[in-house]
Structure formats: structure tokens, C-alpha cells
């Protein structure tokens, strides 16, 4: 079995920035999609970016230009650099891994991140 373990939500002000990262137990981001979600208590999980095992990166349009994703497949590490933060993007952030017939096989436990006006 595979865990994901995320690293470094926090509390922040509007305008200032943030860096997630998500450790794999095993060797699987040299050969997985992998991606970042966020949810609001009340409503459902919503994608914020992904890699995908072929290297193309995408982005939600709320956050595109502002966050910046990355992975280490050698490390088993991914990032995602928050910048310019909204207060709109305070949420639980969970990072994911190894899409499997339209979800994802992995998860992490997530990590708060509160950005405060």
C-alpha cells in the first residue's frame, strides 16, 4: 500500500505564498499522474493542478498563473508553490496520485492552508 504524506499548510496573509509538498512511500511519481485538490467544508473536492505520467501539467483557472506544481520522481516528492494567495483559497489541500477509472488510487491525509484578508 501506498502512502501520501503532505507537508506545509499554514495560516497566511492575502498576497503572501505557501509550499505544499506530498512524499510518497514508494517509488511511483516516475511512473503516475499525480495531482493537487482542495476542499471546502460543505463542498466538494475541486482540482487545483495535476502532472500527468507523461509530463504535461495543467492548472484549475483560479489558480493558473499563481501556483506552480512540480514533481521529483527521484525524491518520490511533489510541490505545489502557492503565490499571491486569495482568501478564496483557504481549503483543505490533499495531494493525489495514480489515476485509476476516472479517480485516483492515492491520497494524502490533506493539510489546511487558511489565507486571511
Known amino acids: 500500500q501506498v502512502q501520501l504524506v503532505e507537508s506545509g499548510g499554514g495560516s497566511v496573509q492575502a498576497g503572501g505564498s505557501v509550499k505544499l509538498s506530498c512524499t510518497a512511500s514508494?517509488?511511483?511519481?516516475?511512473?503516475?499522474?499525480v495531482a493537487w485538490f482542495r476542499q471546502v467544508p460543505g463542498n466538494e473536492r475541486e482540482f487545483v493542478s495535476k502532472?500527468?505520467?507523461?509530463?504535461?501539467?495543467a492548472y484549475a483557472d483560479s489558480v493558473r498563473g499563481r501556483f506552480t506544481m512540480s514533481r521529483d520522481s527521484r525524491a518520490n516528492t511533489m510541490t505545489l508553490q502557492m503565490n499571491n494567495l486569495k482568501t478564496e483559497d483557504t481549503a483543505v489541500y490533499y495531494c493525489?496520485?495514480?489515476?485509476?477509472?476516472?479517480?485516483?488510487?492515492?491520497w494524502g491525509q490533506g493539510t489546511q492552508v487558511t489565507v486571511s484578508s
Open positions: 514508494k517509488n511511483i511519481f516516475g511512473s503516475c499522474g
Open positions: 502532472i500527468t505520467g507523461g509530463g504535461t501539467t
Open positions: 493525489a496520485a495514480c489515476p485509476r477509472l476516472g479517480t485516483w488510487s492515492y
